[in-house]
């Protein structure tokens, strides 16, 4: 039996089509936080992999702040590129009395250079943390914008699950070369972001 999309074969006789595309992620760098104030990755992002993906894992505020990221154009010197993003969240309080769906126009951007957040208010008890992921797209295109989307879970305010949401792209035709993570406020106290590259 085979299975046919669009008129092209992705799987004959329980076997994967050798025209279907697969992709594998390969672990290109580690970064442990310990009271950081930004945690940067400035190399390994260039045109040997098609997009890159950060993953969260355990990241705790030192005070209750948002999780924020930014890109460079010249290796990590600054960061304040335009981002034009859009932002929403679901939420659903521990004691089962408020459960909502919303667009957070607060947390988009607008060909802005601020640093775009991933997930707000995030809860800054001593087991409270976000985990989830960003990924960023042809960073190294010097013709197109660069597309991102990300998807993240924390534990927020008194205290809810929040699931946030948000998708934009980097208004630059210029290559992205570093990304920078950070808190709106304080510091990353601690938890770890692995970079990887997704080969085609």
């Known amino acids: 039996m085979a299975v046919i999309s669009g008129g092209t074969t992705l799987i004959n006789n329980g076997a994967l089509d050798s025209g279907v595309a697969t ?3 390969i672990l290109l760098s580690t970064q442990t936080a310990s009271s950081s104030a930004s945690i940067s990755f400035t190399s390994g992002i260039d045109s040997t992999y098609d997009s890159y993906i950060f993953k969260f894992y355990n ?9 924020d990221f930014q890109v460079s154009t010249n290796g990590g010197s600054s ?15 521990e004691s089962d009395t408020t459960a909502a769906i919303s667009y957070e126009p607060a947390e988009d951007l607008a060909q802005s250079t601020s640093f775009q957040t991933l997930n707000q208010d995030m809860n800054a008890d001593n087991d409270a943390s976000n985990s989830g992921y960003m990924q960023l797209f042809k960073p190294s295109s010097t013709t197109f914008i660069k597309h991102f989307l990300a998807a993240n879970q924390c534990m927020q305010g008194t205290p809810y699950s929040v699931n946030s949401y948000c998708g934009g792209y980097v208004n630059s035709a210029s290559a992205v070369n570093a990304v920078q993570f950070k808190m709106s406020s304080g510091n990353i106290d601690s938890g770890t972001i692995k970079m990887y590259g997704v080969s085609s």
């Open 23 to 25: 992709g594998n992620l």
């Open 59 to 67: 990241i705790h505020p030192s005070v209750s702040s948002d999780f």
């Open 79 to 93: 960061y304040g590129v335009n981002i034009t993003s859009t932002w929403y969240q679901s939420a659903h309080n």
